[in-house]
């Protein structure tokens, strides 16, 4: 087949945005995808399909627990588990096709198919149909990440499953253990304890989302309980055994006792690792990390000269948007242009209610490396626009430079939280300071003031606590 300009391996957030990107700038472009539908994990198993479910799953809650304090009443509330299903696939579809249409637009070839290297500057790709050799100046590897699995527990995605299957359940489990505290654990762990199971959520270490902000996890924690999730917090899962009345679970304590519980539903949810395998990348001599990430350098090069890495198979949190990001960012360094990425003004979001959004540094980052900083904290409860619309868990805080007031990180637990941390994130793209937050005027009422009040109270003025 023709030379490309670029060929991009993988069709998920960061491999279709690099083909768009690439194409906007005069690039002649491939994109190869293995599954029959474009967009990836994010779209198709992943980021789309349960904001669908966490959507649907809250209004059900809202309705059915917390109308009445509205004035409105309700007959008894029933639920429709296929048409919600329904509606998530609605949202994918339409999402899907849409990138498909966008490569017809920017005149991308799709290709389906496995990719596996030749050598460095060619690539085979086989699908049902045929198998084909394509050649090309640069090569993005954006392959993308799958579920980890803990040994001696086989996923059979029946009884034991990964989140892939706990997007499509077709009926609610009575009981429902997740395996991992993480983001998508909990997420997944919320949609069905809204909707009815009994969901305990069982962690090695001694708390949850340990990447965050220690002070914003113990809060979520107790919210989450107080929603009716349970968890078993420094216990390991030892091992299953699967018979047609549930899974038998035994979990050992970090003192070693052991615990025997059966649940119908097991979730495995201990994180992803990268798909690097079957693309016969050592063979050509590109260099994996210890966990098979693919090692890159300032520009995304990997250690073979025109092949580039992006997204869960590059170092670094495994986030759509940082894929999206290293994408474009790839594409323009490639044809010439100098573009950066600030890792550290990179958002994170957990969805589920309230929500949890991290940006820069957490408190325990800067008393590790010894960093001077201020904390300025809000509540919602103080907030007008989130007492009229019964949203007052959680609050704003923010971590600041004590010399300079730059910046350093921002935790906000709360509604919509994840929309509200865009905000500071440009403010720290911009090299701001929480003066720089503070003295902007901020529309009332709205929950948005609360990110202006944690600003203020880095001085200690907040006006409304």
């Known amino acids: 087949m023709n030379d490309f300009d670029l060929v991009v ?40 399909p349960s904001k669908a479910l966490l959507n649907s799953s809250e209004k059900f809650m809202e309705i059915s627990n917390h109308i009445e304090e509205h004035g409105i009443k309700t007959t008894k509330v029933d639920l429709d588990l296929a048409k919600l299903m329904q509606r998530k696939d609605k949202i994918v579809k339409k999402l899907t096709t849409g990138i498909g249409f966008l490569f017809k637009k920017n005149k991308i070839m799709h290709i389906p198919g496995k990719a596996t290297f030749v050598d460095k500057n060619t690539i085979a790709v086989k699908n049902s149909k045929q198998e084909i ?47 991992g505290g993480g983001y998508i654990g909990l997420e997944m762990g919320s949609v069905w304890s809204r ?108 250690s073979v000269e025109g092949i580039y890495a992006i ?20 594409v323009e360094i490639i044809k010439g242009q100098k573009t950066h990425i600030n890792y550290d003004a990179i958002p994170a979001i ?36 989130a007492l009229t619309t019964s949203s007052t868990d959680g609050f704003v805080k923010i971590l600041a430079d004590s010399k300079t007031d ?13 929309q509200l941390i865009a ?11 929480a003066e720089d937050i503070a003295r902007i005027c901020h529309a009332h009422p709205t929950t948005s003031e609360a990110v202006k009040e944690a600003a203020m109270n880095i001085v200690g003025r907040a006006i409304h606590i």
């Open 350 to 385: 957990v969805y589920t209610n309230p929500e949890i959004a991290s940006v820069g540094k957490t408190e325990e980052q800067l008393k590790e490396l010894n960093i001077d900083y201020k904390v300025g904290k809000f509540p919602f409860m103080a907030n007008g626009r």
């Open 133 to 179: 050799t394509i050649s090309a100046k640069n090569f993005i590897i954006a392959t993308g990440s799958s579920s980890i699995e803990i040994p001696n527990i086989t996923v059979d995605e029946k009884q034991i499953i990964t989140s892939t299957r706990a997007l499509s359940l077709s009926k609610i489990p009575k009981t429902l253990l997740v395996i």
């Open 195 to 302: 909707l009815g199971s009994k969901v305990t959520v069982v962690e090695a270490l001694d708390r949850i989302v340990p990447s965050m902000d220690d002070e914003i996890a113990k809060d979520f924690m107790k919210s989450l309980q107080k929603q009716g999730l349970e968890f078993k917090l420094s216990h390991k899962v030892k091992s299953t055994k699967v018979s047609k009345s549930g899974v038998e679970v035994i979990m050992q304590s970090s003192d070693k006792k052991e615990v025997k519980e059966k649940y119908e539903i097991v979730l495995m949810s201990v994180g992803r690792k990268p798909n690097t395998e079957g693309l016969n990348l050592e063979n050509i001599g590109i260099k994996l990390t210890k966990n098979n990430s693919i090692e890159i350098g300032k520009n995304f090069q990997t």
């Open 9 to 48: 391996i993988g069709a998920g957030p960061g491999g279709y945005v690099a083909s768009i990107r690439a194409a906007q700038l005069g690039m002649k472009v491939a994109c190869i995808e293995k599954e029959s539908t474009l967009g990836g994990t994010c779209l198709n198993i992943g980021c789309i």
């Open 406 to 418: 730059q910046i350093l990180g921002a935790h906000i637990i709360g509604h919509d939280a994840g």
């Open 311 to 330: 997204g869960d198979v590059a170092p670094g949190p495994m986030l759509a948007h940082k894929a999206e990001e290293e994408g474009v960012a790839c």
């Open 423 to 433: 905000e500071i994130v440009t403010a720290m793209e911009f090299g701001g300071s």
